[in-house]
């Protein structure tokens, strides 16, 4: 059994470890590593690897409080939450739960919006009104990783673009309701 699985998921919001094993090669952001620890044990971590900077993977956070004697695997955590979830490279359980967070995420969106749920806005495919076209976007997105500390260059599809701000767009619709209802505490 692997130790530290649960945590591993909560850190980076995701139902389950990823199957995609890495290449080897290709650069990611983040990466679910399973380490090597005394007496045959293992344990997940969490990991990255950026092609043009490192030699090897580097591990960003680790649960185990004892040292670890290598990397086993590497499983590639997808970039973007794809909201195409057929498409996703899950086991059915793992898809049930995130068609289940997909739907959430859109009523999220939809109650603070006031709208009835959609797949995705139809009258802003970039979803932020500032946004009108795919130049701007580009744009948006690099002055966005630039505010955050977000190493790493904006993708240059169009489709990754949008569910680059689809994901922005709900992570602040999210933390949005989180403060609406700590004001609702606070002065209610």
């Known amino acids: 059994m692997i130790q530290f699985e649960q945590e591993v998921c909560d850190f980076l919001a995701i139902p389950s470890i990823p199957k995609k094993k890495w290449d080897g090669q290709s650069s990611f952001r983040d990466g679910v590593a399973v380490t090597n620890l005394a007496q045959d044990r293992k344990a997940y971590a969490i990991c990255t690897f950026d092609a043009d900077v490192d030699k090897e993977p580097r591990i960003k956070k680790i649960?185990?409080?004892?040292?670890?004697?290598?990397?086993?695997?590497?499983?590639?955590?997808?970039a973007y939450m794809d909201t195409d979830v057929e498409h996703m490279d899950?086991?059915?359980?793992?898809?049930?739960?995130?068609?289940?967070?997909?739907?959430?995420?859109?009523?999220?969106?939809?109650?603070?919006?006031?709208?009835?749920?959609?797949?995705?806005?139809?009258?802003?495919?970039?979803?932020?009104?500032?946004?009108?076209?795919?130049?701007?976007?580009?744009?948006?997105?690099?002055?966005?990783?630039?505010?955050?500390?977000?190493?790493?260059?904006?993708?240059?599809?169009?489709?990754?673009?949008?569910?680059?701000?689809?994901?922005?767009?709900?992570?602040?619709?999210?933390?949005?309701?989180?403060?609406n209802k700590k004001s609702k505490k606070h002065h209610g």
């Open 63 to 78: 649960f185990a409080f004892e040292t670890f004697f290598g990397i086993e695997d590497i499983f590639v955590v997808p």
């Open 90 to 179: 899950l086991d059915d359980a793992s898809k049930e739960a995130a068609d289940r967070l997909v739907q959430e995420t859109n009523e999220i969106i939809a109650e603070e919006t006031h709208e009835e749920p959609q797949e995705e806005k139809e009258e802003n495919p970039f979803y932020f009104e500032e946004i009108h076209n795919i130049e701007e976007a580009r744009a948006w997105l690099q002055s966005y990783n630039s505010n955050h500390g977000i190493k790493g260059r904006v993708p240059s599809d169009e489709n990754t673009i949008k569910l680059r701000l689809l994901t922005i767009y709900t992570e602040q619709q999210q933390q949005q309701k989180k403060n």
